[in-house]
């Protein structure tokens, strides 16, 4: 079952404008990871962020955390066509129970 | 640094058969993790090694096992195919619990 669950799913914009997606999730979590997927292919890590942290910022992307309301923001700045990929919220539970459990993702599309 | 590496990049396998994917992690990393994404359904979580012992698996019937050697590089097995079984299967690794999985560039399985 899913536990991240992304909005919206899917986003046109031009370049240079900024993109933010958002994750919400329904159980208490450990850390939560942004991950792109090119067409298919394998996924790249862009940032963690632990549950006792609020902001994270890795370049153009700022990430966000309310543990309060379950839910984590991805805002990519001035962005670039070579930014159009699918874009998935991890989290990360804890104890024996340990995985990674993604949401079905953000297209995001950077017309240029 | 090498990332993860997965072969082989591509199968083709008919229905009944196995399938034998593998997967050798960033040097250094002890965690070697499996996903399924396929189509409609997501990124699904597998099965998770850790020191050469199974932690956790998913949702997935017996047919799915794998194992894990003393060098860390793992293997993924699927008995008796099925046509749903086609997917990209994506295998990560980290360096400890709670830490950022890596991904590779994923076998892409289609079972006729």
């Known amino acids: 079952s899913q536990q991240g669950e992304e909005d919206p799913q899917a986003l046109s914009i031009q370049e240079g404008e900024n993109a933010t997606m958002n994750c919400s999730y329904k159980t208490s979590i450990n850390n939560l990871q942004w991950y792109r997927q090119n067409s298919g292919r394998g996924l790249v890590h862009l940032i963690l962020?632990?549950?006792?942290?609020r902001e994270k910022h890795s370049g153009r992307l700022r990430v966000t955390l309310d543990t309060s309301k379950k839910s984590s923001s991805l805002l990519i700045t001035a962005s670039r066509a070579a930014d159009t990929a699918s874009y998935f919220c991890?989290?990360?539970?804890?104890?024996?129970?340990?995985?990674?459990?993604f949401g079905k993702g953000t297209l995001l599309t950077v017309n240029p | 640094e090498a990332g993860v590496t997965q072969s082989p990049t591509h199968l083709i396998k008919t229905r009944g058969q196995q399938a034998t994917l593998r997967c050798s992690p960033i040097?250094?990393?002890?965690?070697v993790y499996w996903y399924q994404q396929a189509l409609g359904l997501g990124l699904q979580f597998l099965l998770w090694?850790?020191?050469?012992?199974?932690?956790n698996r998913g949702n997935f019937p017996p047919r799915f096992s794998g194992r894990q050697f003393p060098n860390y590089s793992s293997e993924l097995n699927v008995n008796a195919l099925e046509l749903e079984d086609s997917a990209l299967y994506l295998c990560?690794?980290?360096?400890?619990?709670?830490?950022?999985?890596?991904f590779g560039p994923g076998t892409r399985l289609l079972v006729l």
């Open positions: 991890a989290t990360v539970s804890g104890g024996s129970n340990y995985k990674l459990t």
């Open positions: 962020i632990r549950s006792n942290e």
């Open positions: 990560a690794s980290s360096s400890g619990l709670q830490e950022t999985q890596y």
């Open positions: 090694y850790d020191e050469g012992e199974e932690r």
């Open positions: 040097s250094g990393h002890t965690s």
